[in-house]
């Protein structure tokens, strides 16, 4: 394509499709790796972390959250320290409505077995 002068269009139309199917990503960053994942706009903190796996849905305690415009702004590294230094880094619950482009760090705690009726 490069050769012809033309730009490909999928960057384009996947832009277009989450937009249409009303998607969104948020990002889990660990020490060794990144990744981002895809979620329902509109969905609540522990959905999100359902995302990742099940049981961190069923046992969401918190979401700690920073806006990716924020961290970008402000981080010099890859430490949160500036952040958190900000003021920018909080803890949200279970009624948090997780936003595109977030950077989120879940934390949750399961017992062995889900409570059986």
Same mark, same amino acid.
């Given at each position: 394509?490069?050769?012809?002068?033309?730009?490909?269009?999928?960057?384009?139309?996947? *832009?277009?499709?989450? #937009?249409?199917?009303?998607?969104?990503?948020?990002?889990?960053?660990?020490? #060794?790796?990144? *990744? &981002?994942? #895809?979620?329902?706009?509109?969905?609540?903190?522990?959905?999100?972390?359902?995302?990742?796996?099940?049981?961190?849905?069923?046992?969401?305690?918190?979401?700690?959250?920073?806006?990716?415009? !924020?961290?970008?702004?402000?981080?010099?590294?890859? &430490?949160?320290?500036?952040?958190?230094?900000?003021?920018?880094? *909080?803890?949200?619950?279970?009624?948090?409505?997780?936003?595109?482009? !977030?950077?989120?760090?879940?934390?949750?705690?399961? #017992?062995?077995?889900?409570?059986?009726?």
């Amino acid at each position: 394509l490069k050769d012809n002068g033309c730009q490909s269009v999928i960057p384009k139309m996947v *832009r277009q499709g989450y #937009t249409d199917l009303n998607l969104a990503n948020f990002v889990t960053a660990g020490e #060794t790796e990144v *990744r &981002s994942w #895809t979620f329902q706009k509109g969905a609540l903190a522990p959905q999100c972390a359902g995302v990742i796996h099940s049981d961190f849905e069923r046992g969401f305690i918190k979401a700690e959250i920073v806006a990716f415009e !924020d961290y970008k702004a402000l981080a010099t590294s890859k &430490s949160m320290n500036e952040v958190k230094a900000a003021g920018k880094y *909080r803890q949200e619950g279970k009624n948090y409505e997780v936003q595109d482009g !977030d950077i989120v760090h879940f934390q949750f705690n399961v #017992t062995k077995d889900p409570k059986k009726k």
